[in-house]
Nanobody, 122 residues
Framework: QLQASGGGLVQAGGSLRLSCAYSDRTFSTKDMGWFRQAPGKERTFVAVIDARADDTYYADSVKGRFTISRDNAKNAMYLQMNILKPEDTAVYYC?????????????????WGRGTQVTVSS
């Protein structure tokens, strides 16, 4: 029902675009987020977009390099990642929020997709 895709191997400085498909009629009413989990570390917040794409919020580590967007007509969300760094290497997850207000905490999300691996080589 929720699936992230678009990961891969890229050199530092390169770009990738992740996609998230959510096959539910409530998609356009939900804030949606991206999280990531690096090897041996806890999962952390990356970015969030509100239901109508009026508001976004980013982790400081990706601000200015990553852009979150969505297309409610396609039930899809995206994460454009530019100027990638080795420290961006992680499994990236998309998630459906249970709350409004561009939440940033894991417990505020109710559904999680299977992640997609992003590996940035130096």
């Amino acid at each position: 029902q929720l699936q992230a895709s678009g990961g891969g191997l890229v050199q530092a400085g390169g770009s990738l675009r992740l996609s998230c498909a959510y096959s539910d009629r409530t998609f356009s009413t939900k804030d949606m987020g991206w999280f990531r989990q690096a090897p041996g570390k806890e999962r952390t917040f990356v970015a969030v977009i509100d239901a109508r794409a009026d508001d976004t919020y980013y982790a400081d580590s990706v601000k200015g390099r990553f852009t979150i967007s969505r297309d409610n007509a396609k039930n899809a969300m995206y994460l454009q990642m530019n100027i990638l760094k080795p420290e961006d290497t992680a499994v990236y997850y998309c998630a459906v929020s249970r709350l409004m207000g561009v939440p940033t905490q894991e417990y505020e999300y109710q559904y999680w997709g299977r992640g997609t691996q992003v590996t940035v080589s130096s």
